[in-house]
């Protein structure tokens, strides 16, 4: 089962080279830099997230997989892939885009970032760790809007009943 998981996330790219940023504002306008021309990061979004966040959804993926019996692991599991929780869902027009300097403690960092996508107004917190090859991000939450999520609880469960 690992060896599926593990040749799964070759293909969608979890394993890719990462890219290194020496402070956490270099890393969130690299992450915020395509949106604003209406494009997405051809390359994924991986490579921004530091290694727990890449557990947490390498776990997400194991358990949206089928058993031996071709029975779902886990039927409640959300999917999360297709969702990008930089711009809290899947395509993007970012007007009036705004980051914030980072608020630094150690090794961690923690930035807003506000939008509108569209019609829809934005507050995203983006958590960020210095890892050995850079800063990455570690979590990223909603703060704006009616349902306020934090990704890395969206990755474990499915809290609006997606599925």
């Known amino acids: 089962m690992r060896r599926i998981i593990a040749s799964l996330l070759l293909i969608i790219g979890f394993t890719g080279a990462a890219s290194a940023y020496d402070n956490p504002k270099a890393l969130v306008e690299a992450i915020y830099q395509p949106y604003s021309a209406g494009e997405k990061h051809a390359d994924g979004l991986e490579k921004f997230y530091s ?41 993007s027009l970012l007007l009036d885009l705004v980051i914030s300097e980072p608020v630094l403690n150690g090794d961690r960092a923690v930035s807003t970032v506000s939008f509108h996508n569209f019609d829809h107004m934005s507050l995203i917190s983006v958590a960020m760790v210095r890892e050995a090859d850079g800063w990455k991000v570690d979590d990223v939450a909603s703060l704006a809007g009616s349902q306020n999520w934090l990704l890395s609880w969206l990755l474990q469960y499915d809290p609006f009943s997606v599925n």
Do not use: C, H, S, T
Not at 51 to 76: H, I, M, S, T
């Open 51 to 91: 290694a727990r966040l890449k557990d947490l959804y390498a776990a997400n993926v194991e358990r949206q997989g089928v058993d031996q019996k071709g029975a779902a692991v886990d039927p409640d599991a959300p999917d999360m892939l297709a969702f990008d929780p930089f711009i809290e869902g899947q395509n």
